[in-house]
């Protein structure tokens, strides 16, 4: 089957630096995204990787391996408003897209 | 830009009882997805639409969902008779080109089946 292995929960405090690692094993690829998802709100788009390598976006960067099928999103400068759900998702390259189950990360003070 | 929209925000309804939520995509937007979230759980990828031509359906749970998009603006998706396992949050995201994998997801419609 198809899946995206990511850690439940991140806990870590305000101004550090937090690695959200995921896993995938799906029937094809077309790229790897990261939505962050708050409390009762919409996921949106943070970041998405097609090729190997680093993307970088402000205080967020995001990593892909196809070889490895790993990814991972890197918080920098974390703050409290960063505590939300993140999900990584992969186009298979048909018409699906698959998330993973969400890593829950919480900021301290 | 208005982003998508659902509607209702929130629904609760009996075992049994049918239910349609709708989702109004970013105009434009050819691609639209349905999703749904069970607590705790992974986003479940439903169905993809290509304008009003559905291109995968495969997450569809059963036949008792039903999804369309007529005209290829707005899509609706109705569930009968619904039962308690259809509870959960059902996510609809647009996107202009699929290739991107840029999908703009609405604020989502909670469902309660009691």
């Known amino acids: 089957g198809q899946s995206l292995e990511q850690p439940s929960e991140v806990t870590a405090v305000e101004g550090a630096i937090v690695q959200i690692n995921c896993t995938y094993q799906?029937?094809?690829?077309?790229?790897l995204s990261w939505y962050q998802q708050h409390d009762g709100g919409a996921p949106t788009f943070l970041s998405y990787?097609?090729?190997?390598g680093l993307e970088e976006t402000g205080r967020f960067s995001s990593f892909l391996s196809r070889s490895d099928s790993y990814g991972y999103l890197l918080l920098q400068e974390l703050q409290m408003k960063d505590s939300a759900s993140y999900f990584c998702?992969?186009?298979?390259?048909?018409?699906?897209?698959?998330f993973g189950a969400g890593t829950r990360l919480f900021v301290k003070a | 830009e208005a982003g998508v929209t659902q509607f209702p925000s929130h629904s609760v309804i009996e075992k049994g009882q049918t239910v349609t939520l709708r989702c109004d995509p970013i105009?434009?937007?050819?691609?639209l997805y349905w999703y749904r979230r069970v607590m705790g759980k992974e986003i479940k990828f439903l169905l993809h639409?290509?304008?009003?031509?559905?291109?995968?359906e495969s997450g569809m749970p059963n036949n008792r969902f039903l999804a369309e998009r007529t005209g290829g603006t707005y899509s609706t998706l109705k569930v009968q008779p619904a039962e308690l396992e259809d509870s959960g949050v059902y996510f609809c995201?647009?996107?202009?080109?699929?290739?991107?994998?840029?999908?703009?997801f609405g604020p989502g419609t909670r469902l309660t089946v009691l």
């Open positions: 995201a647009s996107s202009q080109d699929r290739g991107t994998d840029t999908q703009y």
């Open positions: 799906t029937s094809g690829f077309y790229g």
């Open positions: 990787n097609a090729l190997d």
């Open positions: 998702a992969v186009g298979t390259g048909g018409f699906k897209t698959i």
């Open positions: 105009s434009g937007h050819d691609n």
């Open positions: 639409f290509v304008k009003e031509s559905k291109q995968d």
